[in-house]
């Protein structure tokens, strides 16, 4: 199988079928590298939604009744096809986002290997023989919710709904998935391939639009039993409210304002590679585990920015289709604008720019291909205050600020004064500084002497207000699975 790369309307995937809205509206998607129109997705809205959520339910029974073993081997031909289909989708990934070849072709790899390891959990959902009276058989065990819901953000939007519909269907659940609205291309070229692996029509799902449409009545839809998000915290909190109506599960990965601390102790080269790569090349700062407040040992402090300034100033900004390219442009006009008034507001508050903060037109020659994308370079703000905006809110571009700190505890008050709590990294040659920091710092995920590493197999997920809910490891399913315990009297 493969995917008409050229096609320029896409469909949404509802009980088997490939249809466009039932309004007839469309959304343009926008190659954000050039500003220019390339494709169109349907704009669903509730009664999308509604058909989807009915095939959904139809296919739930059977689905769930399936041996465990079966849907195994229907995940395994999923993850083949996806490999089979690489090329096409990586390219369709990048020209919806502008994430950089060299982020999302390993990006939707690995989330090929993903469908496979949870193909391999689907066959080890195990429940608890607790036994309670001597006269009757106690047991516990985990069954799928049912009909479930996935609304996922831009900035991996393949690789996301991969990983995490995947997850959902191992379990015996079918799904309903709501794809950004700025880049649903990908996901909808992918939804294709699901049956030509064996997958029932209705166990998949998948309805576009915009959020405050479809993605609301997917959350207000009574038949779905959980939302898994992805994204802001301030939808996160529109979501929490609007669930409330049919006590709908949760679980939530939001935004993120992480910290990257150095000590003076610190491999200087290695952190400096590390430290970049945590934020420029973190899909141009648009990873919601970017590493945006740069927390320096005041010792070092100049001569780490110095090194810093180095490792950005030979970045390769450009087409994202290209291997050689570092960075892309940000995903859509929106996220431009909106970094755009940070760099303005941190000049205002006081910041001094380090370097950077040239964007759009003035980065590339006139006649350039690229100069109506939306590119901004890679940009770091320094200061001492740490509660300027740019300090505190995540910009979710290639922006970071970099703030000095004198000694441990003060680089733990500073990592930790933070609403968010998603990740954090540490570069010391002190280990057991470095213990110290895992066990002190409010994050999901601490790195010490590398940045943004994650695996299938080891759980992630947010603290305070970066979310609830745990992907990944080997208790993943667990995500998409409610307990029932059972008590047989039996005298
Ligand atoms: P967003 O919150 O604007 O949108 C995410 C999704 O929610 C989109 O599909 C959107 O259509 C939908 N949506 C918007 N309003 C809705 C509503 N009222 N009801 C239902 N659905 C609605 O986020 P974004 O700008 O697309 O993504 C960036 C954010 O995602 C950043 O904050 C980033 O940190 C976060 N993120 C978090 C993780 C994580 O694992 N913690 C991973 C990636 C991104």
């Known amino acids: 199988m493969t995917i008409r790369e050229e096609a320029i309307d896409y469909l949404q995937l509802i009980d088997g079928e490939l249809r466009p809205a039932q309004g007839g509206g469309w959304i343009e998607s926008v190659n954000p590298a050039s500003g220019q129109v390339w494709a169109r997705i349907p704009a669903g809205a509730a009664d999308d939604v ?6 959904a339910r139809a296919a739930l029974d059977p689905w769930r009744s399936l041996p465990a073993a079966a849907r195994a081997a229907a995940l395994h031909a999923w993850a083949a096809t996806v490999r089979e289909n690489l090329d096409t989708l990586w390219r369709l990934d990048t020209t919806g986002n502008g994430r950089a070849r060299r982020e999302a072709e390993p990006a939707i790899a690995g989330a090929a290997t993903q469908i496979d390891f949870h193909a391999g959990l689907a066959e080890t959902i195990t429940g608890d023989t607790v036994l309670v009276s001597d006269t009757a058989t106690t047991y516990s065990i985990r069954e799928p919710y049912g009909v479930v819901g996935l609304i996922i953000p831009w900035n991996a939007p393949l690789a996301m709904f991969l990983a995490k519909v995947s997850a959902a269907i191992a379990a015996g659940n079918t799904i309903v998935v709501k794809p950004p609205e700025r880049a649903s291309v990908s996901v909808l070229a992918a939804a294709q391939l699901i049956e030509k692996a064996g997958i029932p029509p209705g166990v998949v799902n998948v309805v576009t639009g915009e959020g405050a449409t479809a993605g609301e009545a997917l959350v207000k839809h009574p038949d779905v039993r959980k939302i898994s998000f992805t994204g802001s915290t301030a939808t996160g ?5 609007n669930s409330v109506l049919n006590v709908k599960a949760l679980a939530l990965e939001l935004g993120g304002k992480s910290p990257n601390i150095v000590f003076a102790d610190a491999d200087l080269d290695q952190a400096a590679a590390g430290v970049a790569a945590g934020i420029y090349t ?14 320096i040992q005041k ?22 289709l290209d291997a050689g390219t570092d960075m892309g442009p940000l995903a859509f006009d929106g996220q431009y604008e909106k970094v755009r008034e940070y760099l303005e507001s941190g000049r205002e508050e006081g910041a001094t720019v380090a370097f950077g903060g040239r964007y759009g037109r003035a ?4 006649d350039s291909p690229f100069a109506g994308g939306y590119f901004v370079e890679p940009t770091l703000f320094v200061t001492e205050d740490p509660h300027l905006r740019v300090c505190r809110e995540e910009i979710f571009g290639p922006v970071a600020v970099a703030i000095p700190f004198t000694d441990e505890d003060d680089a733990v008050r500073v990592a930790n004064d933070s609403g968010y709590g998603l990740a954090a990294g540490v570069w010391t040659q002190n280990l057991a500084c470095g213990h110290r920091m895992t066990r002190r710092l409010e994050a999901g995920t601490v790195w010490v002497n590398t940045y943004r590493r994650l695996h299938w197999a080891l759980p992630f997920g947010g603290q305070k207000e970066s979310g609830n809910g745990i992907s990944n490891g ?7 699975l409610e307990h029932k315990s059972v008590w047989i009297e039996h005298g």
Not at 50 to 55: E, K, P, Q, T, Y
Not at 475 to 480: A, Q, V
């Open 237 to 241: 909190r529109r979501i929490t409210e």
């Open 50 to 55: 509604d058909d989807a959520v009915r095939a």
């Open 282 to 295: 973190a899909s141009a700062g648009q990873a919601c585990i970017a590493g945006s407040r740069i927390l």
């Open 299 to 320: 010792s070092i402090f100049d001569e780490f920015v110095e090194r810093l300034r180095a490792r950005a100033s030979a970045m390769v900004l450009g087409d994202p």
């Open 363 to 366: 980065l590339f020659p006139a």
């Open 474 to 480: 080997p208790g993943t399913l667990d995500e998409w």
